[in-house]
């Protein structure tokens, strides 16, 4: 009787070990719920035991919230399902002497994170006329609910078919010296005050406005969005930056073109989701529209994929762009976790687990240093609304999924954040 009774000692002991806390809902209450900051805002917790399929713990985990840049790990999903290996580059058709072009709205092109350049290095090589070609975009160059003033923040830059330089005007400042790239006009202010921009821009003309202060060294480098305009300012775009004519077509001439694939997916996604990156998380989007419906329209593709591999979340959300700036868009705690149970049974670990911030680096860089290599996780920021949605890999070795969405708060997102740290290191710490 001996070993019998000692294997059930064990297998009592791998039960508590595994087990959620005794403690889970006091901890939830004391350092999320009743905290100062948070006791008048909406909260919703979610925490789930992928191996077991059960929740340890769920607050308001049905209810919807706007859940500001975790919208990027549904976009994520998308891209990880759609893009496969490579992003597409552009589409194109050659004869004897004329090469025919089409965007395929991939923001890698002339950015300066990507060395590798496939699209820029064929249009170099020929020696042949090139011909821009009208891509179908049903995208406008803002998402819907996004905030129009916004139209010169870094965060927002304008989405189109062929993006250049990120779309947005890189800027150096030294002193009174100043660099542009792509070079635009500029209007120099000289102050000493401290201005509130470094940088502006007119709102319906490229103008931009620098504010030079001759009194610093320092170099200071900052982006500016620019306005990408219709498809012959785009072709003069190309045109000055090839150093060779390039026209426009009113309408498609390919037959059998040719998809001239760019820069590996994953170099995309990662410094999408670690520095949450709208205008990546968009343009993924548009990518996986033109690649599979060949028009770039990022609402047909989040419908796509509500209907097809999503079409199983607890909660139907209102999904309406890839970043998350919009307030349109509500998920709810529970929906968040689906989708990462999805993405951590589809893809290993040593894929997953980089594309997303861990503590003490990305968007995390200034929190759960606790807890290096077992938290991995996307932030969301809008004014009232703090969001982390991931995975937690407890003391014992056990991986949990979480999402934590708090909306209507009238605290700074600061103490927001740390009330939430609290509660998930003492979870992680625990289990």
């Not at 092109?109 to 009208?134: A, C, G, N, S």
């Not at 028009?295 to 139907?316: A, C, E, F, W």
């Amino acid at each position: 009787m001996r070993p019998i009774y000692l294997g059930f000692v064990a297998l009592l002991t791998a039960t508590a070990a595994y087990s959620q806390p005794k403690n889970l809902r006091q901890w939830a209450q004391q350092d999320v719920l009743q905290a100062k900051g948070l006791r008048e805002a909406h909260v919703g917790i979610s925490i789930y035991d992928p191996a077991t399929g059960k929740y340890w713990y769920q607050h308001q985990d049905d209810k919807f919230f706007m859940p500001a840049s975790n919208t990027k790990i549904f976009t994520l999903f998308t891209g990880l399902q759609l893009l496969g290996d490579s992003l597409p580059g552009m589409r194109y058709a050659e004869n004897d002497t004329a090469l025919f072009i089409r965007g395929m709205a991939d923001p890698s092109f002339l950015h300066p994170d990507f060395q590798y350049q496939p699209v820029m290095d064929l249009l170099t090589r020929t020696d042949k006329r090139i011909w821009l070609e009208p891509s179908v975009i049903r995208n406008k160059r803002f998402g819907p609910g996004w905030g129009w003033g916004d139209y010169a923040d870094y965060y927002q830059p304008e989405l189109n078919e062929w993006p250049m330089y990120g779309n947005v005007a890189w800027v150096k400042l030294t002193g009174a010296g100043y660099t542009m790239t792509p070079q635009f006009p500029t209007e120099l202010v000289y102050e000493r005050a401290p201005a509130e921009a470094l940088a502006d821009r007119e709102e319906r003309e490229n103008l931009f406005i620098l504010h030079l202060r001759t009194d610093e060294t320092a170099t200071r480098a900052f982006e500016v969005p620019y306005i990408t305009g219709n498809r012959q300012q785009l072709a003069r775009r190309l045109q000055d930056t090839l150093r060779k004519p390039v026209g426009v077509l009113p309408s498609p001439a390919m037959a059998g073109n040719r998809l001239l694939k760019s820069i590996p997916a994953d170099t995309l996604l990662q410094p999408m989701m670690h520095r949450s990156d709208n205008f990546f998380a968009e343009q993924i989007l548009m990518m996986c529209a033109a690649e599979k419906f060949d028009t770039i329209d990022g609402r047909k593709v989040i419908q796509y994929m509500l209907d097809s591999s999503l079409n199983d979340l607890p909660h139907p959300p209102s999904w309406v762009d890839g970043s998350g700036l919009s307030r349109y868009n509500l998920f709810t705690p529970r929906d968040f976790v689906t989708v990462l149970d999805k993405l951590l049974k589809k893809y290993p670990k040593e894929r997953l687990w980089p594309l997303f911030p861990s503590g003490g680096k990305g968007t995390l860089r200034n929190y759960y240093q606790a807890l290096p290599n077992r938290l991995y996780a996307k932030t969301g920021t809008l004014s009232g609304c703090v969001a982390l949605s991931g995975y937690i890999v407890t003391k014992s070795g056990k991986t949990l999924i979480f999402s934590v969405l708090v909306n209507n708060h009238n605290s700074t997102s600061t103490v927001v954040r740390r009330a939430v740290e609290n509660f998930l290191v003492r979870v992680a710490n625990a289990g």
